[in-house]
């Protein structure tokens, strides 16, 4: 049984895997950048192209959408231990485009 990932990193890198092509809308496509600090961390780039998805370490191209927080925040988001929605509201994690952010998440399973 594979492992599930715990960390900020392993999560963002996650998103290759847990990418859901079935719900792609026609022609979609995005770049994201994540920027999340502490430890567990590091800046990565999410591309969706061509119907697939990768994700890489670093900050690659231009982003339609950024996502800045602490790898605590984002850990606890994706683990089901916090509401996204509070966290955005609450300033603890910042969006650069609300609605990409949107389209972007229905496109994953989720970690719980």
């Not at 079935?22 to 022609?27: N, R, V």
């Amino acid at each position: 049984m594979e492992t599930k990932p715990e960390i900020a990193r392993e999560i963002v890198l996650s998103l290759q895997d847990r990418f859901r092509p079935e719900k792609l809308e026609e022609g979609f496509e995005t770049v994201f950048h994540f920027d999340i600090e502490g430890k567990n961390g590091g800046q990565f780039t999410a591309v969706i192209e061509k119907g697939a998805c990768r994700v890489s370490q670093g900050l690659e191209g231009e982003a339609k959408c950024t996502i800045k927080t602490s790898d605590a925040v984002y850990e606890e988001i994706e683990l089901g231990k916090r509401s996204a929605e509070m966290a955005f509201m609450m300033g603890k994690i910042k969006v650069s485009d609300l609605n990409e952010m949107l389209k972007f998440t229905k496109l994953f399973r989720r970690l719980f």
